[in-house]
């Protein structure tokens, strides 16, 4: 009996993390500037041609919400994260791109549940009004 509940309490340890069940699709944000503009776009239209599920968003050439640089989004559901990320992460050509989870907590999502290709950007956290 006692054995057994050791079991259950070791058992309910790693209960305490993630498996990223959460995670309903993932955003990755591509940065660019004038100088860098030809390369995202080339980067665009090859994502847009090799994964048509996933969805590539308008041109931001100013800087929205958190983001503190001009880019554009690809939005792509998590089944696509094992082809998409290794083909982005060959292939980025540069530039800086924020990956992040959607769980629902965008604070979250944008700092402690984010990857980095490249260059870190410091993002405006404040958006968030938290
Ligand atoms: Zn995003």
């Not at 090859?46 to 969805?55: E, S």
């Not at 880019?71 to 792509?76: L, N, W």
């Not at 990857?115 to 009004?129: D, K, Q, T, Y």
Request: hydrophobic fraction near 45%.
């Amino acid at each position: 009996m006692s054995g057994s509940a050791r079991k259950t309490v070791a058992a309910a340890a790693p209960a305490a993390t993630e498996d990223g069940g959460r995670v309903t699709h993932y955003h990755a944000h591509i940065y660019y500037d004038a100088a860098t503009r030809e390369r995202a776009a080339r980067l665009r239209e090859q994502a847009a041609a090799l994964f048509p599920d996933a969805l590539v968003g308008r041109w931001h050439d100013a800087p929205v919400g958190p983001h503190p640089q001009s880019m554009y989004q690809i939005a792509f559901p998590r089944e696509l994260l094992t082809e998409f990320l290794p083909w982005l992460m060959l292939n980025r050509d540069g530039l800086a791109v924020l990956l992040h989870p959607e769980t629902g907590d965008d604070l979250a999502d944008h700092t402690a549940h984010a990857a980095w290709l490249g260059a870190m950007l410091p993002l405006r956290l404040e958006v968030f009004g938290r």
